[in-house]
């Protein structure tokens, strides 16, 4: 899959953006059979655009017509594009309800002071085995983890029924999960510079038709 972003400046620019990009794409064929799925989401910050892509195999990226991209700059002039990252899944949460039920996606980015695939691959492990006694808080319908192909990120992709019911899960934190010394562990992993994370609603979602 591949994360990219998009700075727009203006929840009016915000909104007009995402329009823009789903008329672009929906007046083209799709890119290929080896992109599944493509999702823009607005950040709460009403500034930001997140898109997520998922392909059936990195190495294989379909072509794609970026015509496309030429059309939502005319529609909205000035966009900002600060990157895109591509990322391989590493585990992944079972499915605490419907995907289609999510009002609110929640991405938590961990970034190392250098490239290490496999110390990146065991602190997703390392997360998934502290936190394996402890429920699923409310209204969280699935997380996905995913690592940087350099080894220098990690991406938790997650899905909630709402925001606040994210907030809500910040607030009221199991104190067992704080207390417990592997999850404290994987907080303070080493090589590990930052931890942050931006909530989104979403904006667009095209699947590939089989």
Not at 8 to 36: M, N
Request: proline share 7%; net charge neutral.
């Amino acid at each position: 899959m591949a994360f990219g972003t998009w700075q727009v400046g203006t929840p009016g620019r915000q909104q007009a953006t995402a329009e823009a990009i789903a008329d672009a794409w929906r007046a083209r064929p799709w890119p290929g059979p080896g992109l599944r799925s493509y999702t823009v989401l607005a950040a709460d910050d009403a500034t930001t655009l997140l898109h997520f892509s998922q392909v059936s195999d990195l190495d294989k990226v379909p072509a794609q017509d970026l015509a496309w991209k030429e059309e939502v700059d005319a529609a909205v002039p000035g966009i900002e594009r600060t990157g895109v990252v591509a990322a391989r899944l590493r585990r992944s949460t079972p499915l605490h309800g419907p995907a289609a039920g999510a009002g609110c996606v929640v991405l938590v980015t961990r970034v190392f002071d250098g490239p290490d695939t496999a110390r990146a691959n065991r602190l997703v492990d390392a997360m998934f085995h502290s936190s394996a006694d402890t429920p699923p808080a409310d209204g969280l319908l699935s997380a996905h983890f995913y690592v940087s192909t350099d080894g220098t990120r990690v991406f938790a992709y997650a899905l909630w029924a709402t925001a606040e019911a994210h907030r809500e899960a910040i607030e009221h934190r199991p104190a067992r999960l704080e207390a417990n010394e592997q999850w404290q562990r994987a907080h303070a992993w080493p090589g590990l510079l930052s931890t942050a994370f931006q909530r989104f609603r979403p904006a667009l979602q095209l699947t590939r038709v089989r």
